[in-house]
Nanobody
């Protein structure tokens, strides 16, 4: 069974950090671009970041996360990470990772596999 599993979410105070993980089971992430999306209550799902198959290219789709979030991948561990620093209340959302066979894109419908999401809450 092909599956993506996110972890690392939780409750953090403003200014804090979290590292999200996206682990694959049933397939290898080596052949996929991996994107992170988020969805806040009452809002549409939005692209946050993506890392290419090789890991040589990274994309940050939201101006608000540039300089604060870093995406990386460890193919040996079959895992992609999203390091989130200087978190703000507006970062509160369910964060999802997704796999695309071809390339990074900000369009959710292009992705082939999705995880179930992990909740990130930034609050004092």
């Amino acid at each position: 069974q092909l599956q993506l599993v996110e972890s690392g979410g939780g409750l953090v105070q403003p200014g804090g950090s979290l590292r999200l993980s996206c682990a694959a089971s049933g397939f290898t992430l080596d052949y996929y671009a991996i994107g992170w999306f988020r969805q806040a209550p009452g809002k549409e799902r939005e692209g946050v970041s993506c890392i290419s198959l090789s890991g040589n290219s990274t994309y940050y789709y939201l101006q608000s996360v540039k300089g604060r979030f870093t995406i990386s991948r460890d193919n040996a561990k079959n895992t992609v990470y999203l390091q989130m620093n200087s978190l703000k209340p507006e970062d509160t959302a369910v964060y999802y990772c997704a796999a695309d066979r071809q390339t990074c894109t900000n369009w959710p419908l292009e992705y082939d596999y999705w995880g179930q999401g992990t909740q990130v809450t930034v609050s004092s």
